[in-house]
């Protein structure tokens, strides 16, 4: 098996030519990430998905029962066997239904907001704690011989990363989704990114890239959260908001100051992964493209009817909204 490991890496697969592993190894004034690193990360996604259990039991079923969120329960009392249900009962029966759907789904989006919120603040720290953050051209240049992994950074990684495969796990166990496949692929194309950045050390780019995401992803599972507790000018707002932050960082800034960055202070001559790394992220960016035009025909709902209505991604058209 020593030729699969050696192909496996491949410095010139990882790696910028004429670089190898030991330039990344980390000295006594610089320190590099370690891929055995990321054996702890299995933990960190048990850990995850455990505190989602936990949560979405113990403060978020509660937290929507506030806002009103609640399921519609039937008399059990009045239960026949299901050969003689009327219709009313078949009526009761699938209202109820509907009504712990509902709940479902707004437990989820509980938990996505406080983690996403959790992860926007650390990127926040990270970008405005470094002096490269809010210079692009500190991004990529010298990454091999310059950037340190620190300790902000690798806690931020090591976040969104367990995050990531939490939900590409749960994903097949939440309420389903019109979007399905599309966020099946985003997950694991934001997972592919994040292992082979951390890996190359090109992490910065991973942490700008990740922040992006995470500033629009807040405001969009806030407004859902008003949305299903009917909360409707809040909603509103919401999510005008997440179509502003969404359309600033996703479609403008990311395609454009980004790429720009990766392009013009790039003065490596990249290795395959790298390459590869660059159609991964216009794979993302196609992704942004579809949920823009998604987005864009609620807003035009929102101006047309003066409130949003359904949700494009939902799998029921007359259940579900954003």
Not at 104 to 111: A, D, N, Q, V
Not at 139 to 155: N, P
Not at 202 to 228: P, Q, S
């Amino acid at each position: 098996m020593g030729w699969f490991n050696d192909l496996i890496w491949w410095e010139r697969l990882w790696l910028p030519v004429g670089y190898t592993w030991k330039d990344l190894e980390s000295t006594p004034e610089r320190t590099k990430p370690d891929v055995n690193d990321l054996c702890t990360i299995p933990v960190w996604v048990i850990f995850i998905l455990t505190t989602r259990y936990l949560f979405e039991r113990n403060l978020a079923t509660p937290f929507c029962h506030y806002l009103g969120i609640k399921v519609n329960f039937r008399d059990n009392k009045s239960k026949k066997p299901k050969a003689e249900w009327t219709d009313s009962d078949l009526r009761r029966e699938k209202k109820e239904l509907a009504s712990r759907a509902h709940l479902k789904k707004s437990t989820e989006t509980c938990w996505r907001f406080a983690f996403y919120s959790l992860m926007l603040s650390i990127g926040t720290f990270v970008l405005l704690t470094n002096d490269w953050g809010l210079d692009g051209s500190k991004w990529i240049h010298r990454f091999i011989e310059d950037h340190e992994m620190t300790w902000d950074m690798r806690l931020y990684y090591h976040t969104e990363l367990s995050f990531y495969l939490s939900l590409l796990i749960s994903q097949f166990f939440d309420v389903k989704r019109k979007d399905f496949y599309q966020m099946f692929i985003h997950h694991t194309v934001t997972i592919t990114l994040l292992v082979i950045s951390y890996i190359n050390s090109t992490y910065r780019f991973g942490v700008i890239i990740m922040f992006l995401h995470d500033c629009a992803d807040v405001w969009l599972e806030a407004a859902k959260l008003a949305n299903y507790a009917k909360i409707q000018k809040v909603c509103d707002a919401l999510f005008a908001v997440f179509g502003i932050v969404f359309f600033l960082t996703r479609i403008v800034f990311y395609p454009t100051y980004v790429a720009y960055s990766w392009f013009h202070y790039n003065t490596y001559e990249q290795g395959y992964l790298q390459q590869g790394l660059v159609g991964l992220c216009y794979l993302l960016l196609g992704l942004h493209l579809y949920w823009g035009y998604l987005i864009a025909k609620m807003a035009y709902r929102l101006l047309l009817v003066g409130k949003v209505e359904k949700d494009t991604r939902s799998e029921s058209e007359s259940e579900d909204s954003i």
